[in-house]
């Protein structure tokens, strides 16, 4: 499974965002799925994902601005970023896992200006 990130940009702050991922196959066996970023000079952070089809986890600097989904009948991964700030600026990536099985798409970035 290749996945493909798509939807980052630029954008003012307080601005809003939606960032898509498509699996090149079907997603039903990668129940975990998430949003990861990059910001320059720093360590990759979970941004969102959803562990085992259900559960769902934000990172702390991102709730109750972003939202993650996935739609499996189209084999895709969404990021909903809403209230964008400066300090959200990073490449994005997204992931599937499915037991031993991990794909990572190739990054999308984002700026936000203020």
């Known amino acids: 499974v290749q996945l493909q990130a798509s939807g980052g940009g630029m954008v003012q702050e307080g601005g809003s965002l939606t960032l898509s991922c498509a699996a090149s196959?079907?997603?039903?066996?990668?129940?975990?799925v998430a949003w990861y970023r990059q910001a320059p000079g720093k360590q990759r952070e979970l941004v969102a994902s959803?562990?085992?089809?259900?559960?769902?986890n934000y990172g702390d600097s991102v709730k109750g601005r972003f939202m993650i989904s996935r739609d499996d009948a189209k084999n895709t991964l969404e990021l909903r970023m809403n209230s964008l700030t400066p300090e959200d600026t990073a490449i994005y990536y997204c992931?599937?896992?499915?037991?031993?099985?991990?794909?990572w798409g190739q990054g999308t970035l984002v700026t936000v200006s203020s």
């Open positions: 196959g079907s997603m039903h066996s990668l129940p975990t």
């Open positions: 959803i562990i085992s089809g259900k559960i769902i």
């Open positions: 992931n599937a896992q499915g037991g031993s099985l991990l794909y």
